[in-house]
């Protein structure tokens, strides 16, 4: 099993900056892939970045796409998310995703999700 934990989110101005973290603990998968995926409101849960645990590859959904940036440090077993302009759009909880294989976009081929921390951009 792998246990991954979220940090960093809160309340920010518009045009503000913020950088969440995920732990991940237990049995981790260094040939896996890992996302941050965020739900709004009354909407589904979308996908947001992903990245190659092993090194290499990123993907970014086209609404944070020169904002946002995915990082890891496999030392730390942590995943970032650092989150620069942020709009009031980007409000949601956000949340962290591991999974045994390549997995990209698709939230359905992760196999572990944290509880997810609240992201709160105001206008």
């Known amino acids: 099993q792998v246990q991954l934990v979220e940090s960093g989110g809160g309340l920010v101005q518009a045009g503000g900056s913020l950088r969440l973290s995920c732990v991940a603990s237990?049995?981790?998968?260094?040939?896996?892939?890992m996302g941050w995926f965020r739900q709004a409101p009354g909407k589904e849960r979308e996908f947001v970045a992903s990245?190659?645990?092993?090194?290499?590859?990123?993907n970014y959904a086209d609404s944070v796409k020169g904002r946002f940036t995915i990082s890891r440090d496999n030392a730390k077993n942590t995943l970032y998310l650092q989150m620069n302009s942020l709009k009031p759009e980007d409000t949601a909880v956000y949340y962290c995703?591991?999974?045994?294989?390549?997995?990209?976009?698709?939230?359905?081929?992760?196999?572990?999700w944290g509880h997810g921390t609240q992201v709160t951009v105001s206008s």
């Open positions: 995703a591991a999974a045994r294989r390549r997995a990209g976009w698709d939230q359905s081929k992760y196999d572990y």
């Open positions: 237990g049995r981790t998968f260094i040939s896996a892939d």
């Open positions: 990245t190659f645990w092993a090194g290499g590859s990123t």
